[in-house]
């Protein structure tokens, strides 16, 4: 009851805040030619979904996220893993992981444009280098805290290597892996736009760029609530995966 | 089958600091033997080595010495010795069936059907057949130290090392339990050495009994417990226990 009353709120909130803009668009308190308006960005969205516009920028920003996450996760997870368990490996890559994971790697795309000019590629690899390091550093971070004393107890059992990492140290990881793939995803939306601005001016994000350079506020607007909720999207769906992979622990 | 532990000389070394053999040991020349189907009892204070005596005959620590299990000398743990820890040290992320069933699963793979027939039974024996569907955390501490105690049993092992395996227990849980284990260690033909610091525990449960002195720990007394088995609990009653427990309290004190 109350839960429900809440939301009520949050949708009246919402509605209240597109009205006051539509009313402040249309009664001249701000220019609607660089502010637009709800009903603007609806007109532009619908003209973009007629001309197909849209679902090809979706497309096309559909298919870097997935390619460059999936790269992203699969690199971090595994040499997580392996840095983390073997403590050479960890001290020849640590410096610089920590490193990269610190400083603005958007501050790498000049010298990514210069190697592989502007192509998917120079995409992906954006992408990956914002991305991969939330993921390695869970990693680590678990694989160094699984609990030694479980490890023991498998080898009591004569658990060979491949079965305590398949029984003892994957398991005790997830949580860590989620979190990681979380932040991951967060990363990897903003490297899909700023790749698009600068690498291309495709997908969602070259759309705004292309709205924006012909003062098209409608269309910019339109790409900027697909991000918002897509975003929110995805951070719920992850939220739910979470919960239910680590049920055991809450 | 038998344990034969000679001479057990047991040092931790601060690895990348001094030599392991320049530091303080923590057994000193100990030498302890568990018959075919004997059970062994060790009390001693705490910090005096029990649990380290214990986890060197597991094979989970390296020592100086001989320890041999069934005639074979121990370096890593033997397929048919089952460990019961000091603390439960369950995996969280599986339900009390599923962590019975992991002594099962790695090393000796049975298949699955009857990884989990075996398992059942062994739940059943610590009483917990209601709860083989919940996690650890939903437990208590009794019962994950029951869940414990039936993941060693369910592997099916002839010797049985066990440490502090009742501690956490109720009184009543505890000597349904002592007798269980008494009526498993004579139809299965165990060997036990069993830990405790529960004296009374020590004697009803023991063949023999065999006190730890604090650091270096070195067997200090080892008494036979001339008692025909099965044992009842009113044994606990009896002159002859009350002298015996006399004796070792003051060995231990
Ligand atoms: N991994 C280790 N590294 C260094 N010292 C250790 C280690 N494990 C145990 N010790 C030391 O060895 C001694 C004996 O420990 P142990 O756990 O065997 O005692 P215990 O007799 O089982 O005690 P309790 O009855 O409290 O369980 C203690 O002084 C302890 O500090
Ligand atoms: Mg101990």
């Not at chain 1, 679902?55 to 040499?79: N, Y």
């Not at chain 2, 121990?74 to 089952?82: E, G, L, Q």
């Not at chain 2, 059907?113 to 569907?133: D, H, P």
Request: glycine residues 10%; neutral net charge; hydrophobic residues 50%.
């Amino acid at each position: 009851m109350r839960r429900r009353r809440y939301l009520l709120v949050s949708v009246a909130s919402v509605a209240a805040v597109l009205g006051a803009w539509q009313v402040c668009a249309d009664t001249g308190v701000v220019q609607q030619r660089l502010t637009s308006s709800p009903w603007d960005v609806v007109q532009s969205a619908r003209y973009l979904i007629d001309t197909g516009q849209l679902a090809s920028a979706i497309g096309a920003s559909a298919v870097l996220f997935a390619v460059a996450l999936g790269i992203a996760v699969a690199i971090g997870g595994i040499a997580g893993v392996a840095i983390g368990w073997w403590r050479l490996l960890g001290a020849i890559f640590e410096p610089f992981i920590a490193m990269l994971y610190a400083m603005p790697l958007i501050a790498l795309l000049p010298v990514i444009l210069v190697w592989f000019g502007i192509t998917f590629q120079a995409q992906v690899v954006m992408v990956v280098l914002i991305s991969v390091f939330p993921v390695l550093v869970n990693v680590i971070t678990g694989t160094r805290n699984v609990d030694a004393e479980l490890i023991r107890l498998a080898r009591s059992f004569r658990a060979s290597d491949t079965e305590i990492m398949r029984t003892v140290v994957l398991p005790s990881l997830i949580p860590y892996f989620v979190t990681g793939v979380r932040l991951a995803i967060g990363g990897a939306l903003v490297g899909v736009v700023v790749s698009e601005y600068f690498m291309g001016e495709n997908g969602i994000g070259g759309l705004i760029v292309k709205a924006g350079d012909i003062l098209d506020t409608g269309q910019v607007f339109v790409g900027i609530t697909i991000l918002a909720v897509v975003s929110v999207l995805l951070t719920t769906l992850l939220r739910v995966a979470e919960r239910r992979l680590t049920r055991w622990r809450a | 089958m038998s344990i034969v532990v000679e001479h057990l000389t047991k040092r931790f070394g601060t690895p990348g600091k001094e030599p392991a053999s320049q530091l303080a040991p923590v057994l000193e020349d100990v030498s302890l033997q568990v018959g075919a189907n004997e059970v062994v009892t060790v009390i001693g204070p705490s910090g005096s080595g029990k649990s380290t005596l214990l986890n060197c005959i597991a094979g989970l620590e390296p020592y100086e010495g001989s320890i041999e299990v069934d005639g074979t000398p121990v370096r890593s743990p033997h397929p048919a010795v089952a460990v019961v820890f000091q603390s439960p040290h369950l995996l969280p992320w599986r339900t009390t069936l599923g962590n019975v069933e992991y002594g099962l699963e790695v090393g000796r793979r049975m298949a699955k059907g009857e990884r989990r027939q075996a398992a059942e039974a062994a739940i059943e024996v610590v009483g917990l057949t209601g709860s083989s569907s919940l996690y650890p955390r939903q437990l208590s501490g009794g019962m994950q130290q029951r869940v414990n105690i039936a993941r060693a049993l369910a592997v099916q092992p002839e010797v049985l090392l066990m440490d502090e395996p009742f501690g956490a227990l109720d009184a009543i849980t505890k000597e349904r339990l002592q007798e269980q284990l008494q009526g498993i260690v004579a139809d299965r033909k165990l060997s036990v050495l069993f830990i405790t610091h529960d004296i009374s525990e020590a004697i009803y449960l023991g063949d023999r009994v065999v006190t730890l002195s604090a650091r270096p720990g070195r067997i200090s007394l080892t008494k036979v417990i001339d008692e025909p088995r099965p044992r009842s609990l009113s044994l606990k009653q009896s002159a002859g226990f009350q002298a015996l427990y006399g004796e070792l309290w003051k060995s231990l004190a």
